[in-house]
């Protein structure tokens, strides 16, 4: 079957630097989507890999290893507003996307 | 405005009632999509319609029915609403001609079966 893991929470510091793992087991791979989503809010779309590498995005990053299967959301600088989920996705062969159950993000001061 | 509006944003009703949501987006997009989340698990489709004619099950299309009525509209049916499919809905649109496929959503509509 299709699997997306990633942790479901992470507590970070202010100011601090935390990295969200997100490892998938897909029917092919047509690219890596990472969303965030306030709590009662709709997700909103952060970035997009389809290569192997590192995509920078502001203080946001994204990785991918296609061959690990694996993928990571960086987050530098946090703010207190970072305080969210983060969704992970991937887009199988079939064109659909297979979400992870998302991670919940927890800034303290 | 929203550019994905979803009505109701919040809804409780009783077992066995029959319950529509609605989409409406002004993106201007081809594709459409329905999808529910509940705590713990990651966001599941329903339905999509890439286009006014073209209607899709999702991976849980059980117990729901989708009418695409304008390139613009997008409902979700529960002909006869039970407690498991409370859950918080999100209807959302992709533009198809992108190569990255981003999704856009509407702001949810909760509903609560009892």
């Known amino acids: 079957g299709q699997n997306i893991d990633q942790p479901t929470e992470m507590t970070a510091t202010e100011g601090a630097i935390v990295q969200i793992n997100c490892t998938y087991q897909?029917?092919?791979?047509?690219?890596l989507f990472w969303y965030q989503q306030h709590a009662g809010e709709a997700p909103t779309f952060l970035s997009y890999?389809?290569l192997d590498g590192l995509e920078e995005k502001g203080r946001f990053s994204s990785f991918l290893s296609r061959s690990k299967g694996y993928s990571y959301l960086l987050l530098k600088e946090l703010q207190m507003k970072d305080s969210a989920s983060y969704l992970c996705?991937?887009?199988?062969?079939?064109?659909?996307?297979?979400w992870g159950a998302g991670t919940k993000l927890i800034i303290k001061p | 405005d929203a550019d994905v509006t979803q009505t109701p944003r919040n809804r409780i009703t009783k077992t066995g009632k029959r319950i529509m949501l609605e989409c409406s987006q002004t993106?201007?997009?081809?594709?459409m999509y329905w999808y529910r989340q509940d705590p713990g698990l990651g966001l599941r489709l329903i339905y999509y319609?890439?286009?006014?004619?073209?209607?899709n099950k999702g991976e849980i299309s059980d117990g729901y029915s989708v009418s695409r009525q304008a390139q613009a509209k997008f409902s979700l049916s529960l002909e006869s609403a039970i407690p498991n499919q409370t859950a918080l809905y999100f209807c959302?649109?992709?533009?198809?001609?992108?190569?990255?496929?981003?999704?856009?959503f509407g702001e949810g509509s909760r509903l609560t079966v009892l």
């Open positions: 959302a649109t992709s533009d198809g001609d992108r190569d990255t496929g981003e999704l856009f």
């Open positions: 993106k201007g997009h081809d594709r």
């Open positions: 319609s890439f286009d006014v004619k073209d209607i």
């Open positions: 897909t029917s092919g791979f047509n690219g």
């Open positions: 890999n389809v």
């Open positions: 996705a991937v887009m199988d062969s079939n064109y659909q996307l297979i």
